[in-house]
């Protein structure tokens, strides 16, 4: 029984709803019987007050500008921490031992390889076609190759499948980035990490040897931590969703990956650097900044505002340090990281961005780094697919492993016509 309860009031009649603790956080209204005894349902488009399940595997304080997988800080873990340690943790609950994360990556590392009869998949697409769109489409097509894991009742099923989706992942990327530009796939190396593996499918040539620039590679691996999960949101919980039903992983991720594309999820990477060029000089940007308080224009800064985050996202901090190591690896000076800081200077220093509390997301930065290292705007959602597909397969366990979870189906506000009688063609 709760200790707390909440009242509500109607008719005449008052019904008490349990009032549930989380570990930290908003506790939440437990409304489950509410539609059963009051014949009512709750109103809350886009989810902005609704709890959809219960985690433990991440938490954000939006006021505070805290996220924490397992307990963990981001900053410590982007500092300290590697992609496939995050992995381990996101996955299992706890760090690992030397021991466990040994193995863990060994059997990463053992499951890079796509099924050979992939590579005729790729060759029936366009070459000019979207990162995205092959990324949507191979990764739903896994189920048809790796039915021997799909068994989402078995636990050593869901392991498998979630190895794999781990594994191929960088493959997949990589080769959606080789197919674009006409050059040939690259195999995976073991030898390798599995962020160096990544940049050397991506970047190698057969015709010679590719040399990952460590320092690079720690960038990459630390980009791959930051997007590694974000608790409910809109790709997450399209997994979520997409697996309630009993839909094998392979499908539930894809279903994610389509999520991610859209513009004001994890396509604001690409829409965050297009903006950027387009506003090209810092003495350009009032004139943006003004587009983007016109409610009449619907311009917005890319890579700014987020709905949990009403103070600076932390993983935009470790992203705007994380430019610099990148620019001296490289030898490189992107101007538009000046201006991108020059921006964020006017932007946080403008009456309605304070007021509406908009601050710098993940992607402000990501795409300056992205672009540094070479990939072209287009990968940039691929890539964020690439590392959040660790925090998906972690939910989707989660979600399956619940006694508690249904299938997910929300109820609605109806405001079409009531029943009415069909009217002949000959008689409209
Ligand atoms: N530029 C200008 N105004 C903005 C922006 C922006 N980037 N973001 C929000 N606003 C305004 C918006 O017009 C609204 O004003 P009003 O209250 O006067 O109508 C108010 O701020 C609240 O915005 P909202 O759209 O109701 O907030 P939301 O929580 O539904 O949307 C968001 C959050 C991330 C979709 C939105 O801030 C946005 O479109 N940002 C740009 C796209 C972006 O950077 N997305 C990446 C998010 S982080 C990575 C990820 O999770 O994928």
Redesign the pocket.
């Known amino acids: 029984m709760a200790d707390k309860l909440a009242k509500l009031e109607m008719d005449g009649k008052t019904y008490e709803y349990p009032v549930l603790e989380g570990s930290t956080g908003p506790d939440v209204i437990d409304i489950r019987k509410l539609y059963a005894q009051t014949g009512l349902f709750t109103f809350d488009p ?1 989810f902005t007050s609704t709890a959809s399940c219960e985690s433990a595997l991440t938490y954000i304080d939006g006021d505070e500008g805290v996220l924490l997988h397992r307990g963990y800080p981001i900053g410590q873990l982007a500092e300290h921490s590697s992609f496939m340690e995050v992995s381990y943790l996101l996955l299992n609950g706890e760090l690992p031992s030397k021991q466990q994360l040994d193995d863990f990556t060994y059997t990463i590392t053992r499951h890079t390889m796509l099924h050979e009869q992939l590579m005729t998949f790729y060759r029936g697409f366009r070459r000019d076609a979207h990162p995205m769109a092959v990324m949507c489409g191979v990764v739903g097509a896994l189920s048809a190759f790796y039915h021997d894991s799909t068994d989402i009742s078995d636990p050593e099923h869901r392991k498998i499948s979630s190895h794999r989706l781990i594994a191929k992942m960088p493959t997949i990327a990589a080769m959606a980035y080789k197919y674009s530009v006409g050059q040939p796939f690259i195999y995976p190396d073991n030898s390798l990490s599995y962020t160096g593996n990544f940049l050397r499918m991506t970047f190698g040539v057969p015709a010679e040897p590719y040399e990952v620039i460590p320092a690079v590679e720690r960038a990459m691996d630390r980009i791959f931590i930051l997007h590694a999960d ?1 608790e409910q ?1 809109a790709s997450t919980s399209t997994v979520r969703l997409a697996g309630s039903s009993g839909a094998n992983p392979f499908a539930c991720i894809a279903a994610g990956i389509a999520c991610l594309w859209g ?4 396509g ?1 990477n690409e829409a ?1 650097l297009n903006m950027l060029k387009e506003i090209g000089t810092p003495d350009r940007i009032p004139h943006y900044i003004e587009r ?1 308080k016109d409610k009449n224009d619907p311009f ?8 949990v985050y009403k103070n600076y996202d932390p993983r935009a901090t470790v992203m705007q340090k994380t430019v610099r190591e990148v620019f001296d690896a490289l030898k490189v000076n992107d101007p538009l990281f000046e201006t991108a800081l020059r921006l964020e200077e006017i932007a946080l220093s403008d009456p309605y961005f304070i007021e ?1 509390k ?1 601050f710098p ?3 402000f930065y990501s795409g300056i780094i992205l672009s540094a290292i070479g990939f072209p705007t287009t990968m940039f959602t691929a890539l964020f697919a690439l590392a959040r597909t660790v925090g998906w397969v972690a939910q989707w366990n989660e979600m399956i492993s619940d006694p508690a979870q249904k299938i997910g189906r929300p109820r609605q506000l109806y405001t079409g016509p009531t029943q009415r009688d069909y009217v002949p063609l000959s008689q409209r």
């Open positions: 886009g974000h949101n513009p004001a999820h994890g604001a965050a983007a917005r800064l890319m890579g700014f505002g987020h709905r509406k908009l997301n993940v992607d």
